[in-house]
């Protein structure tokens, strides 16, 4: 198979491209038929790599791609889940290139989801041609990609409980994480939860001269730095009431254990150019990006953006919030905390509006089961090292969904570098890891279905 | 020249229009060839208005249009001061009909400029035209109109120390701000300062996915709105250190002559839709936007500013900030104390830029000179009533800039309302307002001229 692989090497790179090619930012309407697209795309090339009953399962929102191999209905079968969307590619003046041009320098692949997900979706792909062109499919596999992860997986769970048969299965891989180092491979066992905001504050019902009426006036936008300041205090913690309720409390054993993944402060530090770290007291970066929650605001904007000057009060001032959650932070309870406090501290003299964006679980995957064994062994087949179980900071919510909905476990088996600049610009995804992914994946089913025969 | 202004009432309006279709805005070089025909445009109808020597000054930045009549070296010489540049037109959704197509809805001409400042300096032109062609301009006059008001004036000082003696004047009159209602005629004795300030906070050196990495970097949007919110503490009072040290304290007794101007503040909250009031503790709302200095933030953004969610953790955050300067608060100075300040609150895990855009001193006009006389006597012939002394909390820093270059004292009556949302959308001039200037200002010239004769 290794063979088959580099043999094929251009091809899958070439196809790869291809689906890069398309601006699936599902967050975004006017970019529909794009989205579409690439769900053809995938639905096409299961197809041709030899899966049956390709189709695209429609939802309200984007449709599921669907495809399935079942070669015998006595062994055990794998729910492939990848994502076929991407992040909107804005700022699009500091892209080397144009995001949806792809483009390898220095090994790299460089493209809107070139990592998130659509490369790591495809190594999946041809994985599994790599497989049945071999005759070497060990057990069931069924692939569920999705189309709107990014804008918040909003479909995915009612086409999950309407369809709990069709996509029956005794565990799910998904490769959206990623390893610590390309020498350094990591399965990852932790995921973060979510809640998103978007809040407005409106002050006057119009915009007004700052000279005429300032000083008299509350003006929305020194009243939203105020209220967003107050979210988190001097030490680094988040100030709604009620927040950290339920937040999972590590024991000092369990703290020394995450401990053991390699962590290098000061290349942390170079590799985003920061001059110093910045977090809650108490807790070490890998811990702060991880196993505690967090208040970030993604977007802030009112008022005058353009060169010079304007004294303008405007009427408005609008910021997205986002806080990620950790175990056993629960994202409706967390969203409704946020919206009761905000609106509670918000001045007499304005008026707010809190809109929810999507949310999702944090998820805790156990370390002890067979699937976790097989994919361990198969990235020791290929890395030649046992890969670190880690805690990722990121959400990937549909875990915990699948988890209350199906009852299954997944593994996040992903190829991915924290320096892939995933939701930046130039994101990229190295070759290196994205043939290393098609070589690793064929050994999970190998090892997952020797394992299961038991 | 009641009945040749009556009737040639169409004519102006229709002149008018057609110099609010010109988007002159100067902060903007997209419009640069605009701003110059806007200049353009005055030149011709002073000229032909019967003006002598009608040109454009040449400055580094946008042309001075100069103009002249000479009657006779003895008389005394009227300077008028006007500008042809307009702010910025966004946000553009909000208006009603588009900001360069005038209309009059109910009275009121809507455009750009209608008020700020087109509207009132084209009264001075046709004022002078009525003038000339009844054989009643009374004394010399001579105008200067510029380009870059709403941008700073940064070439007006220049062209005014270069050419003392083609301006030299006895008085300057300048009609760019306003009156209490239509009933209640006004002159503004007093103008408020700025500075004007660009700040940009840099946090990691490229956007981030705020899932991985949330919690242990600098978020330079959370850390721009705690730098903001600390500028201001809870009674509204400045805490950048020495910012008050040289704000003019006035005596109850004035306060209460100030106090005397009308002042109604529930229609001021329902003419703006403002739920309360707000400002600094121990003043009323008047004297919170005349006397008193102010920090608004005037714009802001950073991070996804478009539909749906990003989980992006930005490289950069910025806003813009004034500080609305009292006497004898100095611009230069404040601006030092502001940067100085706003880079000490820093943390040490981002860097810091704070840019300085125009900055302009504060000004007090005496009440007792011959030409505030005059120019109270000719309101009071076409009000029926005296108007009021005002403080404004509006600035124009020229007004400083003439008395310490030209030692000049500025008579300023301008004709607008507080509501006709200058710089704002929507922006508005009375039809009634702009025809009672034209009637108004040749009295002035009447009564100066008769005055100064003694």
Redesign the interface.
Known sequence: MLQYIESNKERFLSELFDLLRIPSIS???KYKDDVIKAAEFLKNKLSEAGADNAELCATPGYPIVFAEKIIDEKLPTVLVYGHYDV??A??LN?WTTPPFEPEIRNGKIYARGACDDKGQTYMHVKAFETMMKNGALPCNIKFMLEGEEE??SEHLEGFVTENKDKIAADVILISDTGIIANDVPAITVGL?G?S?M?VEVT?????????????????P??V???M???L?DDEGKITIPGFYDKVEVLSDAQRAELAKAPFDQEF?KSE?????????KGYS??E??SI???????????????????????SK????I?M?LVPFQEPEEITALFTKHFESIA?????VKVIP??GGDPAVIPTDSIAYKAASKAMESTFGKTPVPVR????IPIVAMFKEQLGLDSILMGFGL?SD??????EHYGVFNFMKGIETIPYFYKYYAEMMKG
């Not at 993604?298 to 009060?313: D, H, L, P, R, S």
């Not at 001045?347 to 008026?351: K, L, R």
């Not at 990722?392 to 959400?395: A, D, H, R």
């Open positions: 967050t975004d309407k992040q909107p804005d700022p500091l804008s918040g973060r979510m998103y978007e002050g006057p019902n119009r915009d007004l001269h700052s000279g005429l009426y300032g000083g008299g006036v509350p003006n936008i020194n939203l730095t105020k967003i300041a107050s988190t942390f985003i150019g920061l001059k110093d770290v910045q977090g809650e970066t890998p702060r990006v505690r929650p967090t208040l970030d605001v993604n977007g802030i904007w009112g008022g005058y953006m353009e060169e010079g000057a304007k004294t303008v009060i405007p001032a609008h910021a997205k986002s990620r001045p007499e003299s304005v008026s964006h999507h990722s900071g990121g959400s924290d600049a995933i939701h930046s610009p130039n």
